[in-house]
């Protein structure tokens, strides 16, 4: 992935909001046991994917880029193998 962006998007259904704001964004199961988060450097990507949903601003200029790659329209946030990944909630900025 060429320069990763020093902003990113995600976004969420709003009953994951109170858990995004307390734990922050959680990755999911992906590829061979591997835990990632679906980002993207639009915030419109996702917009007729998720009804009624929150868009987050993510900063990534305190995250590893080591840990960051691209997937189509996606950016990944990788974990490692069997390994959990999360964004803290202080890189996180509600914007709609």
């Known amino acids: 992935m060429s320069k990763l962006p020093k902003t990113l998007y995600h976004y969420s259904p709003k009953e994951n909001r109170e858990s995004i704001q307390e734990h ?6 992906n590829h061979n046991g591997r835990w990632c988060i679906y980002l993207s450097d639009s915030p419109d990507t996702w917009k007729g994917y ?3 949903g929150d868009l987050w601003k993510v ?6 880029d080591k840990n960051f790659s691209q997937l189509d329209y996606d950016i990944m946030y990788w974990g490692k193998v069997d390994g959990k990944i ?3 909630p ?3 900025e509600r914007i709609e």
């Open 90 to 92: 202080e890189y996180l």
């Open 59 to 64: 900063s990534t200029t305190e995250l590893d």
């Open 24 to 29: 922050g964004l959680l990755g999911g199961r």
């Open 86 to 88: 999360r964004i803290l």
């Open 50 to 52: 998720v009804n009624n």
